[in-house]
T-cell receptor, first 112, second 113 residues
Framework: DQQVKQNSPSLSVQEGRISILNCDYT??????FLWYKKYPAEGPTFLIS?????DKNEDGRFTVFLNKSAKHLSLHIVPSQPGDSAVYFC???????????FGKGTSLLVTP | SAVISQKPSRDICQRGTSLTIQCQVD?????MFWYRQQPGQSLTLIAT?????????ESGFVIDKFPISRPNLTFSTLTVSNMSPEDSSIYLC??????????FGPGTRLTVL
């Protein structure tokens, strides 16, 4: 049963615009959320995370928003750059262990 | 973050054989994990590699099929035993230092014929 869902398999955005990637989860015990970026033939690269005690975390062009009541988080990239084109994975973990539960990923294409 | 390497980066294997994947970290880490990403699917945790003791397997994964070793704090191996085409996946190791953030190796792309 998929506990972390990324319902958009792909997203195309123009360079300079905002990219918004969405993620939903079902397990209310999750308390830590992460976004990873993955290029072909490489492992996932950690981007940004957020704890359940916060509703926003920002790091440069990347901001993650968490809405606990809706069990929803989103990653905003602004401004988007062609080098941001990759697959983005949302992941979540709970305080019962370190296992990361991943979504299936969203493929972002940033066009010049 | 730690630098993580995996060997081999890719392999093509025959049904019924076994493959051992190595994961090397450039510094001592508390936690090491093995994940699998089947085609078109998300990453799934296979097991936590425990230093000096047996690995902790997730539901659906067993030691006979995926034996894991972790002889020290910088190295671990995952063996995929008696392979079938359904084992064709990307296998990734990850490390954590006690925080919840995990860092991943480059992955091993396995194709079983």
């Amino acid at each position: 049963d998929q506990q972390v869902k990324q319902n958009s398999p792909s997203l195309s955005v123009q360079e300079g615009r905002i990219s918004i990637l969405n993620c939903d989860y079902t397990n209310s015990m999750f308390d830590y959320f992460l976004w990873y970026k993955k290029y072909p033939a490489e492992g996932p690269t950690f981007l940004i995370s957020i704890s359940s005690i916060k509703d926003k975390n920002e790091d440069g062009r990347f901001t993650v928003f968490l809405n606990k009541s809706a069990k929803h988080l989103s990653l905003h990239i602004v401004p988007s750059q062609p080098g941001d084109s990759a697959v983005y994975f949302c992941a979540a973990s709970g305080n019962s262990g370190y296992a990361l539960n991943f979504g299936k990923g969203t493929s972002l294409l940033v066009t010049p | 973050s730690a630098v993580i390497s995996q060997k081999p980066s890719r392999d093509i294997c025959q049904r019924g054989t076994s493959l051992t994947i190595q994961c090397q970290v450039d510094s001592q880490v508390t936690m090491m994990f093995w994940y699998r990403q089947q085609p078109g699917q998300s990453l799934t945790l296979i097991a936590t590699a425990n230093q000096g003791s047996e690995a902790t397997y997730e539901s659906g994964f067993v030691i006979d099929k995926f034996p894991i070793s972790r002889p020290n704090l910088t190295f671990s191996t995952l063996t995929v035993s008696n392979m079938s085409p359904e084992d064709s996946s990307i296998y990734l190791c990850s490390v954590g230092q006690g925080s919840d953030t995990q860092y991943f190796g480059p992955g091993t792309r396995l194709t079983v014929l």
